[in-house]
């Protein structure tokens, strides 16, 4: 008798689990999680472009500074 039920519940918890993985890979779900990382995806790649040519603006100045290079817009004409 309790191997039964034991049986019986291993099915009932093994159909359930089943069931949210099925509804998981609806499509609605599937898309609206592909779009949610891309989304994602695309906000750290906004985050590091913009630090990235922060980083590179201050560097310029640096180099520009250093070098003695301030005007250098009018010396290339």
Do not use: C, K
Request: glycine residues 6%; positive net charge.
């Amino acid at each position: 008798m309790i191997r039964r039920l034991f049986y019986l519940s291993l099915g009932a918890f093994l159909a359930f689990w089943v069931m949210r993985r099925l509804q998981a890979l609806h499509p609605d779900h599937v898309a609206r999680r592909t779009a949610d990382g891309a989304a994602g995806m695309l906000r750290r790649v906004r985050d590091f472009t913009s630090d990235a040519f922060g980083e590179a603006a201050e560097r310029e100045t640096e180099l520009r500074a250093r070098f003695g290079l301030d005007n250098a817009e009018d010396s290339n004409r």
